[in-house]
């Protein structure tokens, strides 16, 4: 616990990411800058792709081009901070701008846990009850559910947000390259364990609970699939969750162990290298996952630029 005669109002901090020197840093600024233009690229590009070719027009799909949307602005509130402490060394922010990164962060972090809990779910629909999966999963459905997610993930990042903001602060470097939980209460005037315990419940509740059930979705897809007649058709019923269990596994396994871990870990300062993973490159995956080994997405790119070379002739 700090010295409560050191506390004073701390208006602006200062972010001290990763310190690259030498050969290094200009590697490590051109390779995170091309993974955060490539992320931007990919997930626009899935967005687009699913918006113009109407063999898309699926639910999963429409999911997942809300995913891709999610991962556009996830990935764009922390890597320009990262790319400036690479370039920098250190970056003033304000105390205002600092929460409001917090908050956001955490909003589409809680918005893409619900929203993989809602793409686990139109699987197990469309695997477990195809006759009726059209009905249950109507366009209707589908807006809801996606704004549902962003409206429960931005409610649920209200409790750590706004508990972290009240803190007294007496010391105002934070040892990573966005504002997040841990970093920040290790720089309060006083004690934060009651804090650090609500975080953990909250987001590890959260967390737990949408894992739970996105594992007890998959347990009956796996049931389902494994009483299908041929080895072709169960095949491509493992096919098409693979993926979205690809995403799961980063997603999740990063987030606990940040979040939910052991302190040692956020202690030594490896919570950021961690942070890596779910900040940068879970959104950089997600389009190469989705597309790469998906035969649908394949032929649709092949329809669509049949479609602009068609355009481009007549023009």
């Known amino acids: 616990m700090m010295n409560h005669t050191n506390k004073t109002r701390i208006h602006n901090f200062i972010l001290a990411g990763f310190t690259a020197t030498g050969t290094m840093q200009p590697l490590a600024v051109v390779g995170t800058l091309c993974i955060y233009l490539l992320t931007l690229a990919g997930n626009l590009f899935i967005i687009v792709l699913v918006k113009a070719d109407p063999g898309l027009s699926t639910p999963m799909y429409f999911f997942i081009s809300v995913l891709s949307f999610l991962e556009l602005w996830y990935v764009s509130t922390t890597v320009p901070t990262l790319l400036h402490t690479l370039l920098h060394g250190k970056l003033p922010i304000s105390s205002v701008v600092c929460f409001i990164q917090l908050y956001v962060f955490h909003s589409l972090g809680m918005t893409e846990c619900y929203l993989l809990g809602v793409m686990a779910l139109d699987r197990y629909l469309a ?40 803190l007294p602060f007496c010391l105002k470097e934070v040892a990573h390259y966005f504002c997040d939980l841990a970093p920040l209460m290790r720089l309060a005037c006083v004690d934060t364990s009651w804090h650090a315990q609500v975080h953990r ?23 389902a699939v494994m009483k299908l007649p041929s080895a072709a058709s169960r095949a491509k019923a493992f096919s098409t969750c693979s993926s979205h269990m690809t995403v799961v596994t980063l997603f999740f396994g990063s987030a606990f162990i940040v979040y939910v871990g052991p302190p040692k870990i956020r202690a030594n300062g490896k919570d950021k290298l961690i942070a890596l993973v779910y900040a940068l490159f879970t959104p950089f995956f997600n389009p190469i996952i989705y597309t790469l080994r998906n035969k649908e997405v394949k032929e649709a790119m092949k329809r669509v630029a049949q479609r602009v070379r068609a355009v481009l002739k007549g023009s």
Not at 212 to 217: E, H, K, R, S, W
């Open 127 to 166: 695997i477990c009850h195809p006759l009726h999966y059209h009905a249950l999963m109507s366009r209707q459905v589908q807006l809801w559910l996606a704004g549902a997610s962003w409206v429960a993930g931005f409610s649920a990042a209200l409790v750590p947000a706004s508990l972290t903001a009240t």
């Open 201 to 223: 419940i909250v987001i590890g509740a959260i967390n737990a609970c949408d894992l739970l059930i996105i594992l007890g979705l998959y347990v009956g897809i796996l049931r």
